[in-house]
């Protein structure tokens, strides 16, 4: 976790906007296809809601230390995780479509071949299913994590039963109902005082409001036990945006009542994060 980027990123909020002059990106940022060059094989490509790699490691960066355990419920081609490993944490991944669980630990191999140091599992199971299929030695000891939500109204999830070629049976529900069941299961992997960090891309045409994946995220994190410690936005390369000095973004039922908007065009992705509440701290 580094302070600069800290106060940096906490600096800033663009609110009630109407014209705002300063939401600018930090850093100079990197084209997607730089970002992955060489670190992800070619498969990866065909996964249309991968996240930006330098999102990731930036996320990674500030909500985690080397030696953490980074849990990833919806791995994809498992950019959390690889840019994780490469910074020393060790990763646990699920899946529900096995094509994405090979490639996954495809790319984490050809991480660890690149001299990685940190090392990752990935799990072929339902993340609304959670903690089922998680080792039980693993649950309760996630320091953080960190995922991006499939996007749309409806998401994947499994029936009871298996398929009769012995594959999960799958359909789908209510994003808000499925968001519900896999934070709440996070919350079961986090260890006391654990993060959660969510990004969620915007549709594009939906970029000036907040709408969908924010709204059933945030409310179903609160009724998970999880509390909102921040609240960021990042552009289309995975650069965090500044924020307008004393607006209070990071209070969370503001910033999803739909009275904060961003610039048409600009935040491509919200970064919600959540605490688990350590109970244990302050007791004797
Ligand atoms: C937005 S993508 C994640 C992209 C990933 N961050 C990356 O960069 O490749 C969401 C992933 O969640 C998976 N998924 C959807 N519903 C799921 C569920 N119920 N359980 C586990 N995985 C699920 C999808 O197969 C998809 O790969």
Redesign the pocket.
């Known amino acids: 976790m580094t302070d600069s980027i800290l106060t940096l990123t906490l600096g800033v909020v663009v609110s009630h906007v109407t014209s705002w002059p300063c939401n600018v990106a930090v850093g100079e940022g990197r084209g997607l296809l730089a970002q992955r060059y060489g670190r992800y094989v070619a498969g990866s490509a065909g996964?249309r809601?991968?996240?930006p790699p330098d999102l990731a490691a930036t996320l990674v960066d500030r909500y985690s230390r080397p030696g953490d355990l980074v849990a990833d419920?919806?791995?994809?081609?498992?950019?959390?995780l690889v840019e994780a490993v490469h910074a020393g944490r060790d990763g646990l991944g699920?899946?529900?479509?096995p094509g994405?669980v090979s490639l996954a630990r495809t790319n984490l191999a050809l991480a660890a071949r690149q001299g990685a140091t940190g090392r990752a599992r990935v799990i072929h199971?339902?993340?609304?299913r959670l903690p089922t299929r998680v080792p039980t030695a693993l649950r309760g000891t996630v320091d953080l994590v960190l995922t991006?939500?499939?996007?749309g109204t409806t998401?994947?999830?499994t029936r009871r039963g298996r398929h009769y070629t012995g594959g999960l049976r799958i359909s789908r529900i209510t994003a808000g109902a499925?968001l519900g069941r896999v934070l709440a299961g996070c919350a079961t992997l986090l260890r006391p005082g654990g993060l959660a960090a969510g990004a969620l891309r915007r549709e594009p045409t939906h970029r000036w409001t907040l709408t969908r994946e924010p709204v059933y995220v945030v409310p179903a994190g609160l009724r998970a036990g999880l509390k909102v410690v921040d609240y960021l936005f990042a552009n289309e390369r995975g650069q965090l945006l500044t924020r307008y000095p004393g607006d209070q973004l990071t209070v969370a039922p503001r910033a999803i009542t739909g009275a904060v908007l961003m610039l048409p065009g600009v935040a491509a992705h919200d970064v919600v994060v959540f605490g688990k509440p350590d109970r244990t701290v302050g007791l004797s």
Do not use: Q
């Open positions: 996964h809601d991968r996240t419920p919806f791995v994809g081609t498992a950019t959390m699920l899946d529900i479509e994405w199971a339902d993340a609304t991006t939500a499939p996007t998401m994947p999830a499925g």
